[in-house]
């Protein structure tokens, strides 16, 4: 998961980006990027880090230009220590062409084969980013063979782009000298919204993974970008729109409603804080089916995402709610952290029991979802280590059973508490008194109490229903052992640093 922004103006945009990217900063802690035009030129900074880290001030004032691309990247394939990974990417021919985007191509093995061998076109990173910039060059030089570059030579392009890659995509790319070309996969599966702004000299426009982005910074909402839509602003601000693929149908990631987004963003006609209050009234009446609400004292959410369910569970069953953890702000979310050992350290380090809310209660711990297990055992265990005489664990989402393959860093089966193993087994391995799961069904009709308009999910992790048909058994050994692979090469690089480290301590210590 990533969060991208892309915008033209009629004045620099270089602080406009860096602030969007502040916004868009829960979306994505691995890396950031920049890259502004300035007629046919071209400036980018990239780098590992937090927004904030990424870009001083030498740094901010060299992207000049009144249009720009930026990019929060999140990890899916155990590329976090590599910088070559950041986004955005460029590729020179044709026109220039820089490139940014949120998803993850599923063909992308087979389209790095094509790209070599018949396009003549040459991968440099393992980023499917690299891949989709270089299927959208090659699309718009079959368009301009012989034609002059429009808007109508784009949307024929970003229709070929749609013919030939699998998988999840909101883009966001910038073409020298023209403009800010966007587009959305047919699914719709990840999220891209439009803002705009009226000034003295003309309409300024901006495109962003998420409405907080857009409003955040002045723009009004427009709508979102339709699956399998492209838009197109050229340098003046003139807006062009197309509908690139005929049967495309809205199927939004449901994960992004659970967990991803933030609760103040509405995607695809549906309030994000809205969503999760529903998935609470659901979950209340579950609870109430499953378990003696009498013997509860208190309801408590793990901060942040959970609190808008919990306080409706609260509501429903007539309970007092409490905060009873409070949430260290400095510390990245546990979720999207590389490395099971780094997150499981980390989570007491993010969160911290306050003992006279806990102490001799029978406490309702409610969380968004439950995806490797590791943080939901710590917080019981600091639940009875602060007091607690009986601690039932909630979540406001299904089990997650199956591998995300569309951008979602949980794409290993054995990472996965849910999977293969029953609600009693995953409830004794969390260590609560008892555990009680949302329905799938009540989550999806969350969401549809929203937005009726909505019928179909992309919800793989907990259906295993994969939309865009390619995904098999076999797809998912290989991304696991790819997987794993990168995760043994990291740990030896990492033991092999540790190694250098104890060397160099032990030769000073000698020379002492």
Request: glycine share 8%; aromatic share 8%; with cysteine.
């Amino acid at each position: 998961m990533c969060g991208v922004v892309g915008t033209v103006s009629h004045s620099p945009v270089n602080q406009l980006l860096y602030d969007a990217l502040l916004l868009l900063q829960h979306r994505g802690q691995d890396a950031a990027g920049i890259a502004t035009m300035n007629g046919n030129s071209f400036t980018m900074h990239k780098a590992n880090g937090l927004v904030r880290d990424v870009f001083r001030t030498r740094n901010m004032r060299s992207l000049v230009g009144n249009a720009g691309i930026g990019q929060v990247r999140y990890p899916t394939a155990g590329s976090a220590s590599s910088e070559e990974e950041a986004q955005p990417f460029y590729v020179s021919a044709p026109y220039g062409i820089i490139l940014a985007h949120n998803g993850n191509l599923t063909n992308a093995p087979s389209l790095r084969v094509e790209m070599a061998y018949r396009d003549r076109r040459h991968i440099n990173t393992s980023s499917d980013t690299e891949v989709l910039l270089n299927v959208l060059a090659d699309e718009l030089q079959k368009e301009t063979n012989s034609a002059a570059l429009d808007e109508t030579a784009m949307f024929n392009a970003v229709t070929g782009v749609t013919s030939r890659v699998k998988g999840s995509y909101a883009v966001v790319s910038l073409i020298a000298g023209y403009g800010l070309l966007a587009f959305r996969d047919p699914f719709g599966i990840r999220p891209l919204c439009i803002g705009r702004i009226d000034t003295p000299q003309g309409p300024e426009w901006m495109v962003a993974s998420e409405s907080v982005a857009l409003e955040g910074l002045g723009f009004t909402f427009v709508r979102d970008v339709h699956p399998g839509e492209a838009i197109y602003v050229d340098l003046d601000g003139n807006f062009y729109s197309r509908q690139c693929v005929p049967n495309a149908v809205l199927t939004p990631c449901i994960f992004e409603y659970v967990y991803m987004a933030r609760p103040d963003s509405t995607i695809d006609g549906v309030t994000v804080y809205n969503v999760r209050m529903r998935m609470g009234d659901y979950l209340a009446e579950k609870i109430r089916k499953e378990t003696n609400v009498d013997e509860i004292d208190v309801v408590m959410p793990i901060p942040d995402s959970s609190r808008p369910a919990a306080m409706q569970v609260a509501k429903k069953l007539g309970i007092d709610y409490r905060e009873g953890f409070f949430k260290n702000r400095y510390i990245g979310r546990t979720f999207i952290m590389p490395g099971q050992a780094v997150r499981k350290k980390s989570v007491r380090q993010k969160l911290n029991a306050m003992r006279i809310e806990f102490k001799d209660k029978t406490v309702l711990i409610v969380d968004d979802s439950i995806v490797r297990g590791t943080t939901s055992f710590e917080i019981v265990q600091m639940a009875r280590e602060s007091g607690a005489k009986k601690v039932i664990f909630a979540s406001a989402a299904p089990p997650v059973r199956f591998p995300n393959v569309y951008g979602i860093d949980m794409p290993t089966r054995s990472e996965l508490v849910a999977y293969g193993r029953t609600d009693a087994e995953i409830n004794k391995m969390i260590g609560a008194d008892q555990l009680i799961y949302q329905s799938v069904e009540d989550m999806k009709q969350a969401v549809r109490d929203i937005n009726p308009n909505i019928q179909q999910f992309e919800a793989s992790c907990f259906d295993g229903n994969y939309i865009t048909g390619d995904i098999n058994d076999s797809y998912l050994d290989a991304l696991e052992a790819q997987r794993n692979s990168t995760a043994a090469k990291a740990d030896r690089q990492r033991d092999s640093s540790d190694f250098a480290r104890s060397q160099l301590h032990l030769h000073l210590a000698t020379e002492d």
